[in-house]
């Protein structure tokens, strides 16, 4: 038997948006800091979810849009880490893959973000009728149902193409609303005018979150990953992951989550708390439940996912997960049968 000499170089890889790039040096910087020893390189790629920008994000859920072709590249060798925010991540992974590291979650809230100039501070100082830009049915549905008088509109792109599009001298939009994480890891937290936090806007699953994901086969790297993981953001956001993919739900199903792990004392077990939601696209209907209970094991925090998940579809949430998904593909059967993009 050979023992093999440990490598001595790894190549991250994200997208090459300005966000996944500050991400990827950032858990670079994190692990080179670890391990002096070993070169860490960084590779950054576009990639389907970043080409198909005037399509409703709604319509091409599901399927893996910004993970892919990183996944194809790494499992062809040319990379060996790829850093995702969380929640862009498919709950289920391609074979062969791995989410081996997961680092200290930002604040996982929304945020609001005014149109240069205007004085506005909150969604309900807004003017009745006042067009509110977000990429995500979550948002939408979950705040039509707490501020019916605002229009709604999907505004997509990465973050820097959405405050131009907001900032535009012909912008329809009197604010936009976004992940607090984003911003901050920009530098751009100054142009936030208030938190859209639970209970008013639950947040997506494992928003805030960066995670790493590898070969599965491939044990230095994982070894690199757990170096830098911190587990309580694990847990939580695997937690989070078992309750969506029961859910059966891509990042564009309707699932807001707010989730807590504590400890009450040293030596004492973890309680985790997950309030779930899961709303109609209106936001007419909406089931929400909390389930709190103390947990030893990761495992145990992504069984509590999968109850919560089970209570939220026995009471009420599988129809309005059915009414999505007819809705859904009654908007693509349309799409195709004219041949036409469907425009947000
Ligand atoms: N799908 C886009 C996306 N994926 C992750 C973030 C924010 C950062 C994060 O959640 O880690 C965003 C932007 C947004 O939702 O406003």
Redesign the pocket.
Known sequence: MTTEKPRRKFTLASRASQLAQVQTNAVRDALAALHPDIEFATSFMTTGGDHNQSQALYLLGGKALWTKELEVAMLEGKVDMLVH????VPTTLPDGCEIAGVLEREDPVDCLVVRKGASWKTLKELPDGSVVGT??VRRVAQLKRKFPKLVFKDARGN?NTRLAKLDAPDSPYAAIV??K??MVRLGWGDRITCDLGPPTLLYAVS????AIEIRADDDEARAMCRSITHWPTEWTCRAERACLRVLEGG?SVPVGVSTRLRQAAEGEPHVLKMIGAVTSLEGDKHVEHTIEAQVHTVEEAEAIGVRLAQMLKETGGKEILEEIKADREQKIERAQANDEKVEA
């Not at 925010?85 to 862009?88: A, G, L, M, N, Q």
């Not at 928003?207 to 960066?210: E, R, S, T, V």
């Open positions: 925010c969380f929640k862009d990429s995500s973050l976004l992940a994480a984003g928003q805030g979150a960066l990042c």
